[in-house]
């Protein structure tokens, strides 16, 4: 038994609620309010949304319960879990990979969160419906201005280290329990009121009629899994660290997997609703890009009857949405670290949150460096932290016996036979395609960002192997638990 274990008894969940609200607050966040609508847009609305759903249940939402049980049946973080799977040693570095996968992807999220912050602040400031208002412009003034988003960035780390300071059931699992039912209930509210708009059925009808042509084009797809991937937090190591706070009466393929994604999913289509009625009224095209939420939706708020309210509702949900995934996100290096040194939790969050922030400085200051690290990061980081979760669970841990006597352990929902093929075959076989595919398709569009990108896996993954192995003093499988087992369906 480690220190940090010894030290404390592990803290849970308050309640369901409590966990299930996390978990959606964790996952929803900008990929589906910013995200999500954007690339519907670019990738033919309705066949875009088809691929997604297929993609987001055959793939997401197995690997989701596979990490959620990761983390329930070790009750350890992401380290501690991998130390579980494999012994003390080298192996742990696979973990090492997966907290540093989520370090950086925070590290570029984090000054996200802060262009939400100034805009929902400006919202109650009612500057979006002052005459003249010009939404180009104000966010060129913006994200051309270093202290601004510096200085955003810091407020929303700041707010960060607020809310962990008081821990899981005390700090995420109080916030999120108000925040999450506020966005929900904003999105439709404004959802409603888009489809009272002139040629908002144009919009309905873009982003729910699908395009079959669509279907065939293999970079339909190739989006519709990133998005899957990106809006569910699969790989980053959120649903393993939430699952090690259940209790072992807790049901893992509900919250951990069946909800996430229905809730996931719903919420990605309220922002659709939210935003194409209005988009197709004021006569802007659904394949805006990221304009849609900074740029196109200020100035439709703004020539809105009531526009000043609706512009409250959307900006301080979508702040919401990213907050909470900002502290899911944090929680992941935060809990592996106090389990892994003598730190106290205090410690732990100002030193986790103080070294995201430093590192974040970038992203904040340069909109050209955080695109490289979400394309670094995004495309090569998440699919291999992925693939490490996946292939421990399935291999190591060995699927079937954990479908036996962990997943399915006081659960309402039965997972079958077919869930093991996934893990073991299929997830890992669609990582290794995703990474192959980043690589053909853009190695002729930027040769060094592309190589620089898979050198810098193979750095990380090299790297944290050794680090660990030399942490530790020795490698080998010591204290490597037995794996489950079990028979039957």
């Given at each position: 038994?480690?220190?940090?274990?010894?030290?404390?008894?592990?803290?849970?969940?308050?309640?369901?609620?409590?966990?299930?609200?996390?978990?959606?607050?964790?996952?929803?966040?900008?990929g589906?309010?910013?995200?999500?609508?954007?690339?519907?847009?670019?990738?033919?609305?309705?066949?875009f949304?088809?691929?997604?759903?297929?993609?987001?249940?055959?793939?997401?939402?197995?690997?989701?319960?596979?990490?959620?049980?990761?983390?329930?049946?070790?009750?350890?973080?992401?380290?501690?879990?991998?130390k579980?799977?494999?012994?003390?040693?080298?192996?742990?570095?696979?973990?090492?990979?997966?907290?540093?996968?989520?370090?950086?992807?925070?590290?570029?999220?984090?000054?996200?969160?802060?262009?939400?912050?100034?805009?929902?602040?400006?919202?109650?400031?009612?500057?979006?419906?002052?005459?003249?208002?010009?939404?180009?412009?104000?966010?060129?003034?913006?994200?051309?201005?270093?202290?601004?988003?510096?200085?955003?960035?810091?407020?929303?780390m700041?707010?960060?280290?607020?809310?962990?300071?008081?821990?899981?059931?005390?700090?995420?699992?109080?916030?999120?329990?108000?925040?999450?039912?506020?966005?929900?209930?904003?999105?439709?509210?404004?959802?409603?009121?888009?489809?009272?708009?002139p040629?908002?059925?144009?919009?309905?009808?873009?982003?729910?009629?699908?395009?079959?042509?669509?279907?065939?084009?293999?970079?339909?797809?190739?989006?519709?899994?990133?998005?899957?991937?990106?809006?569910?937090?699969?790989?980053?190591?959120?649903?393993?660290?939430f699952?090690?706070?259940?209790?072992?009466?807790?049901?893992?393929?509900?919250?951990?997997?069946?909800?996430?994604?229905?809730?996931?999913?719903?919420?990605?289509?309220?922002?659709?609703?939210?935003?194409?009625?209005?988009?197709f009224?004021?006569?802007f095209?659904?394949?805006?890009?990221?304009?849609l939420?900074?740029?196109?939706?200020?100035?439709?708020f703004?020539?809105?009857?009531?526009?000043?309210?609706?512009?409250?509702?959307?900006?301080?949900?979508?702040?919401?949405?990213?907050?909470?995934?900002g502290?899911?996100?944090?929680?992941?290096?935060v809990?592996?670290?106090?389990?892994?040194?003598?730190?106290?939790?205090?410690?732990?969050?100002?030193?986790?949150?103080?070294?995201?922030?430093?590192?974040?400085?970038?992203?904040?200051?340069?909109?050209?460096?955080?695109?490289?690290?979400?394309?670094?990061?995004?495309?090569?980081?998440?699919?291999?932290?992925?693939?490490?979760?996946?292939?421990?669970?399935?291999?190591?841990?060995?699927?079937?016996?954990?479908?036996?006597?962990a997943?399915n352990?006081?659960?309402?929902i039965?997972?079958?036979?077919?869930?093991?093929?996934?893990?073991?075959?299929?997830?890992?076989?669609?990582?290794?395609?995703?990474?192959?595919?980043?690589?053909?398709?853009?190695?002729?569009?930027?040769?060094?960002?592309?190589?620089?990108?898979?050198?810098?896996?193979?750095?990380?993954?090299?790297?944290?192997?050794?680090?660990?192995?030399?942490?530790?003093?020795?490698?080998?499988?010591?204290?490597?638990?037995?794996?489950?087992?079990?028979?039957?369906d």
């Amino acid at each position: 038994m480690s220190d940090a274990s010894a030290r404390t008894v592990r803290e849970q969940w308050g309640s369901r609620f409590g966990f299930l609200m996390a978990m959606l607050g964790a996952m929803v966040g900008a990929g589906n309010i910013w995200r999500m609508p954007f690339t519907t847009g670019e990738n033919g609305g309705g066949a875009f949304l088809v691929a997604y759903i297929i993609l987001l249940f055959l793939i997401a939402v197995p690997g989701l319960m596979a990490e959620t049980v990761f983390g329930s049946y070790t009750d350890r973080g992401v380290i501690g879990a991998f130390k579980s799977a494999f012994g003390e040693g080298r192996a742990e570095g696979l973990g090492l990979v997966v907290v540093l996968v989520n370090i950086a992807l925070m590290s570029y999220y984090a000054p996200i969160i802060g262009w939400t912050l100034y805009y929902a602040a400006h919202s109650l400031l009612l500057t979006f419906s002052q005459s003249g208002f010009q939404s180009q412009a104000f966010w060129d003034s913006f994200s051309g201005s270093p202290m601004l988003t510096v200085g955003m960035d810091t407020l929303a780390m700041a707010a960060t280290a607020g809310v962990l300071l008081f821990g899981i059931k005390d700090g995420i699992e109080r916030v999120v329990k108000w925040m999450i039912p506020f966005l929900v209930l904003a999105l439709i509210a404004i959802g409603i009121k888009g489809l009272t708009l002139p040629g908002a059925m144009d919009g309905l009808a873009f982003a729910f009629t699908p395009k079959w042509e669509y279907l065939s084009k293999s970079s339909t797809w190739i989006a519709a899994l990133g998005q899957a991937l990106f809006s569910t937090g699969l790989g980053w190591g959120i649903a393993l660290t939430f699952g090690s706070y259940l209790s072992k009466n807790d049901d893992v393929p509900l919250g951990g997997g069946v909800f996430t994604a229905i809730g996931n999913t719903s919420v990605g289509l309220l922002a659709i609703f939210a935003t194409f009625p209005a988009v197709f009224a004021f006569g802007f095209e659904p394949s805006d890009g990221s304009k849609l939420a900074f740029v196109v939706l200020p100035k439709v708020f703004g020539g809105m009857a009531g526009g000043q309210i609706w512009a409250i509702l959307f900006f301080v949900g979508f702040l919401f949405a990213t907050f909470s995934s900002g502290l899911a996100i944090t929680e992941v290096a935060v809990t592996t670290i106090s389990e892994e040194t003598r730190l106290s939790r205090k410690s732990t969050v100002l030193a986790v949150v103080g070294g995201i922030w430093l590192l974040s400085l970038p992203s904040a200051y340069s909109g050209d460096f955080l695109n490289t690290m979400d394309f670094m990061f995004g495309n090569w980081g998440l699919p291999l932290a992925t693939l490490l979760i996946i292939l421990t669970v399935g291999w190591k841990l060995e699927a079937e016996p954990i479908r036996v006597v962990a997943l399915n352990r006081n659960s309402d929902i039965h997972v079958g036979r077919w869930w093991v093929g996934i893990i073991k075959y299929l997830i890992p076989i669609v990582m290794v395609l995703i990474m192959a595919i980043y690589v053909v398709t853009n190695v002729s569009k930027s040769l060094a960002q592309t190589v620089g990108g898979v050198v810098l896996m193979a750095v990380l993954l090299v790297g944290s192997v050794l680090i660990m192995g030399a942490l530790r003093g020795r490698g080998g499988s010591r204290d490597a638990p037995e794996t489950a087992t079990g028979g039957g369906d």
